[in-house]
T-cell receptor, first 116, second 113 residues
Framework: NAGVMQNPRHLVRRRGQEARLRCSPM?????VYWYRQLPEEGLKFMVY????????ESGMPKERFSAEFPKEGPSILRIQQVVRGDSAAYFC??????????????FGPGTRLTVL | QKEVEQNSGPLSVPEGAIASLNCTYS??????FFWYRQYSGKSPELIMS????GDKEDGRFTAQLNKASQYVSLLIRDSQPSDSATYLC?????????????FGKGTLLTVNP
């Protein structure tokens, strides 16, 4: 049973370019979460999605960031016009159908974004 | 706003000793508590989850929860050098959000051979 998959694992962008981060949840999981880990900081919640729905995007910056989880294909976290402050590790997690408070989130390997 | 506090460390213990990691949280209605281990440059890996007051044991790991004191801890018995990592405390539930994990900044544990 494959775990959460993320690609690319490392991404280098110049300021002003776009970054697209992909996440495929574990088999049987329909809930996807994105977290960001800035250098020397803890993991911070960004957005929670189910298939074709954004449930909670309260942790995502209002500008330049967007996320989607289409009916077919992986979840995408998109960062437009990247700035150096966007350099971080972006982790995707997934959980099974029932998203209760006891539900466990399993993390992917992360995408490390470096903005030059 | 939920907060989760951990000592940043580093916590250094000799091989074979007991490592004790502590965490406090601010949201009294939090319901679920998790310990993740994160090796440098890697992703968080779930070690333990606990939902009820008391102790929960799994191999060399014991999680302890005290909701009245808003305190959760992780004990690692017979510590091994391979346990050297950052341990993240995470809290979920309550406040209308039963899916959002709130993490502490983590405690760096070093186990010396």
């Amino acid at each position: 049973n494959a775990g959460v998959m993320q690609n690319p694992r490392h991404l280098v962008r110049r300021r002003g370019q776009e970054a697209r981060l992909r996440c495929s949840p574990m088999k049987g999981h329909s809930h996807v979460y994105w977290y960001r880990q800035l250098p020397e900081e803890g993991l911070k919640f960004m957005v929670y999605l189910q298939k074709e729905n954004i449930i909670d995007e309260s942790g995502m910056p209002k500008e330049r960031f967007s996320a989607e989880f289409p009916k077919e294909g992986p979840s995408i976290l998109r960062i437009q016009q990247v700035v150096r402050g966007d350099s971080a590790a972006y982790f995707c997690a997934s959980s099974p159908l029932s998203s209760g408070s006891t539900d466990t989130q399993y993390f992917g390997p992360g995408t490390r974004l470096t903005v030059l | 706003q939920k907060e989760v506090e951990q000592n940043s460390g580093p916590l250094s213990v000799p091989e074979g000793a007991i490592a004790s990691l502590n965490c406090t949280y601010s949201d009294r209605v939090s319901q679920s508590f998790f310990w993740y281990r994160q090796y440098s440059g890697k992703s968080p890996e779930l070690i333990m989850s606990i939902y009820s007051n008391g102790d929960k044991e799994d191999g060399r790991f014991t999680a302890q929860l005290n909701k009245a004191s808003q305190y959760v801890s992780l004990l690692i018995r017979d510590s091994q050098p391979s346990d050297s990592a950052t341990y993240l405390c995470a809290v979920k539930g309550g406040g209308g959000s039963n899916y959002k994990l709130t993490f502490g900044k983590g405690t760096l544990l070093t186990v010396n051979p």
